[in-house]
């Protein structure tokens, strides 16, 4: 199948600080890339939609302005926390959709903690 | 997108066959039936997907119904490795959109 890959896999980080957090489709272009949020032993939560060179789709409640996406190519989009702050430690995985296919493919996560 | 409806936990047994049931009752004529799986701390994992007939390939199949309210992914043989919460997510085919909205899914555990 399809590879996405998540950069870094594990992040430790101070409160206040901006963590940047990498999705790369490896094997196919993605116009469409999606970053999800999962808490502990809850489902995951879509947090916004990005398609290469626009801006991102935000769901309702996640703060644009905190939760920066970056989609500057078919095979690259970012996240960046900014302002870090422990509630905003979680498992964070990418996605993103392989449209010659029809399907949707995910990346490994990225475990953010905040102290 | 259509709301889904999946048991909370099912059990099986190694190398036996699990069906996992799903219900959309509300299924519209572009859903695609989709089904994700993921084993801990690791992202979900595409299984299969379909729209009315129903698909094999070499992790699962997928029965669906004749009225496409509901369906079933079926392992042929649970090993130790397909333990993981199995999420059954419709998704409307129309291009660029249509997310896959998760539930809770259903927590498969294999006994050996």
């Known amino acids: 199948g399809a590879v996405v890959s998540q950069h870094p896999s594990w992040v430790i980080c101070k409160s206040g600080t901006s963590v940047k957090i990498e999705c790369r489709s490896l094997?196919?272009?993605?116009?469409?890339m999606f970053w999800y949020r999962q808490f502990p032993k809850q489902s995951l939560m879509l947090m916004a939609t990005?398609?290469?060179?626009?801006?991102?789709?935000?769901e309702q409640g996640v703060e644009k302005d905190k939760f920066l996406i970056n989609h500057a190519s078919l095979t690259l989009s970012t996240l960046t926390v900014t302002s870090a702050h422990p509630e905003d430690s979680s498992f964070y995985i990418c996605?993103?959709?392989?449209?010659?296919?029809?399907?949707?493919?995910f990346g490994p996560g990225t475990r953010l903690l905040v102290l | 997108d259509a709301k889904t409806t999946q048991p909370n936990s099912m059990e099986s047994n190694e190398e036996e066959p699990v069906h996992l049931p799903c219900n959309h009752s509300?299924?519209?004529?572009?859903?695609?039936i989709h089904w994700y799986r993921q084993l801990p701390s690791q992202g979900p994992e595409y299984v299969i997907h379909?729209?009315?007939s129903n698909v094999n390939n070499r992790m699962a199949s997928l029965a669906i119904a004749e009225d496409r309210k509901s369906s079933t992914l079926i392992l042929h043989r649970a090993t130790l490795r397909d333990a993981a919460v199995y999420y059954c997510?419709?998704?409307?085919?129309?291009?660029?959109?249509?997310?896959?909205?998760f539930g809770k899914g259903t927590k498969l555990s294999v006994k050996p």
């Open positions: 997510i419709l998704r409307t085919r129309t291009g660029s959109q249509g997310n896959l909205i």
């Open positions: 990005s398609n290469e060179g626009s801006k991102a789709t935000y």
């Open positions: 509300t299924i519209s004529g572009t859903d695609y």
């Open positions: 379909g729209l009315t």
């Open positions: 094997d196919f272009q993605a116009t469409t």
């Open positions: 996605s993103a959709r392989d449209i010659s296919r029809e399907t949707q493919y």
